[in-house]
């Protein structure tokens, strides 16, 4: 049996293939990054930037705490003030969906029982993010990204 040489050509070829298998990673996982990106969260961030300082001041005025949680089909929001008192917002405004991508995004339209806010929801288990805007009866605003997590 006549043995094999290992020759430039074979060095060469194992070269190719190993950063041709590299490459084509880094292209599907960069494609892959990209195509699920939701978009972008401010039209000009500078402006924004600018803005930032007082809206959190005015936020943090509102002394407002907001938990969620999914019990009976039902997303429940409680948002109490500084004593634990339900708030009674002007307006209320959600997106519920995943943080990876926006395929599964949903507004519900939520109702006020006096306790608090609730809407029907069918949330499969993982990670949820609820982005919540509300406005005091003064036209303050309240913008938070409420994390929620669903037991499979």
Known sequence: ???REFKGKHALAIFVAAFGVIITVNLV???????TF????????????????????????????????LTGGLLVLRITDQTGAPVKVAELQAVVGRATHVRDDFTPEFSFDGIA?????????????????????????????????VKG
Do not use: C, H
């Not at 996982?29 to 195509?35: D, G, H, P």
């Open 29 to 35: 996982l960069a494609y892959n990054a990209v195509k």
């Open 1 to 3: 049996m006549a043995e």
């Open 117 to 149: 806010y609730a809407a029907p929801a069918a949330l499969g288990a993982g990670n949820w993010n609820i982005r919540l805007v509300a406005r005091d009866l003064n036209g303050s605003e309240f913008a938070q990204r409420v994390p929620l997590y």
């Open 38 to 69: 939701p978009g972008l969260e401010v039209k000009n961030s500078y402006v924004a930037s600018q803005e930032f300082n007082e809206r959190l001041q005015e936020q943090q005025a509102l002394g407002w705490t907001v938990g969620a949680e």
